[in-house]
């Protein structure tokens, strides 16, 4: 059974940093693009960062420089550093893998999911 879990959401401070990680399990992600989309309150679904098979990376326009995605294929781990962040980057965070050599931005190439964690940045 194939699952993701995502960790290390939370409250912070608008300037803070945090940290999530989701563990994927069930089968390996070595040649997966592993991705983070947000969702915030009456918004869509929208793809935050990407990182394929062989590192190479996508980051949507508001948060290059802020926030870095790094994977660890031996822990099939994915990461996604955020710094400096700010009020708008307030939603539900959720983890996604697609099979596919590369990335692509469209929330339903996405097969697997997450649950979401919730990352809250006060003003």
């Known amino acids: 059974q194939v699952q993701l879990v995502e960790s290390g959401g939370g409250l912070v401070q608008a300037g803070g940093s945090l940290r999530l990680s989701c563990a994927a399990s069930?089968?390996?992600?070595?040649?997966?693009?592993m991705a983070w989309f947000r969702q915030a309150p009456g918004k869509e679904r929208e793809l935050v960062a990407a990182?394929?098979?062989?590192?190479?990376?996508y980051y949507v326009d508001s948060v290059k420089g802020r926030f870095t995605i790094s994977r660890d294929k031996a822990k099939n781990t994915v990461y996604l550093q955020m710094n400096s962040l700010k009020p708008e980057d307030t939603a539900i965070y959720y983890c996604?893998?697609?099979?596919?050599?590369?990335?692509?931005?469209?929330?339903?190439?996405?097969?697997?999911w997450g649950q979401g964690t919730q990352v809250t940045v006060s003003s």
């Open positions: 990182i394929s098979w062989n590192s190479v990376t």
């Open positions: 996604a893998a697609n099979q596919t050599p590369t990335v692509l931005t469209a929330t339903r190439r996405y097969k697997y």
């Open positions: 069930g089968r390996a992600f070595s040649n997966d693009v």
